[in-house]
């Protein structure tokens, strides 16, 4: 139980990358049972969480970039405890509930590679690590929009895009703008 953020972060992308492997038979399986071990490791999670203390739990952290002071800094509390449940759950109901048989392969890894994200945004507690794991879901999103969406696909797919990239981009301003801000009130 150590390292489970890091687990569950990052298992669905390395699923995803072995899932190309799956014989296209087989992949919904793979899928699902993946994405059964997710939300079972979040139910772990749950199970595990210290009700009793305030404070934040499942702590990780390294630096990745110790000049900027950009770190791997991932932990819960109650409330993204329950967002990272319902989004393994989510992901769990979507893959049982496909009917799509093109490219199942590829909408299977671009929604456990969009769980992956999901996690992170919910466990980060570094600003940076935040925003990369935000940007990094618009690319399975804007994937599943454009080839499995339906009516002017790839309109909405761009049109979705560039609004959460542009809201992104003020976001990541307003980062810049708090962290120089801190910078220079405490040096």
């Known amino acids: ?3 489970i953020l890091s687990f569950l972060i990052f298992f669905p992308v390395v699923a995803a990358i072995f899932g190309f492997i799956i014989n296209e038979r087989s992949i919904k399986v793979y899928a699902i049972s993946i994405a059964t071990i997710e939300f ?3 139910l772990a999670l749950w199970y595990k969480f210290d009700t009793t203390t305030a404070s934040l739990q499942f702590v990780e952290k390294f630096s990745l ?3 900027y002071g950009i770190n791997y800094f991932v932990g819960i509390d109650g409330i993204s405890l329950f967002m990272i449940i319902l989004s393994t759950f989510m992901t769990l109901i979507a893959l ?5 048989t093109e490219k199942l392969k590829n909408l299977v890894a671009s929604l456990l590679v969009l769980e992956m994200t999901m996690i992170g945004v919910f466990a980060s507690l570094d600003g940076i ?12 999103m804007l994937y599943i929009i454009g080839y499995w969406g339906s009516g002017d696909k790839i309109y909405a797919a761009v049109k979705f895009f560039l609004y959460t990239f542009l809201g992104s981009l003020v976001m990541l301003l307003g980062m810049i703008y708090l962290a120089w801000m801190f910078k220079d009130a405490t040096g």
Not at 96 to 100: A, H, N, R, V
Not at 129 to 140: A, C, D, G, V
């Open 1 to 3: 139980m150590e390292n």
């Open 40 to 42: 079972l490791a979040s």
């Open 129 to 140: 690590l935040f925003y990369f794991f935000w940007e990094f879901s618009l690319i399975p």
């Open 96 to 100: 049982i509930s496909l009917s799509i």
């Open 65 to 67: 970039i110790s000049t």
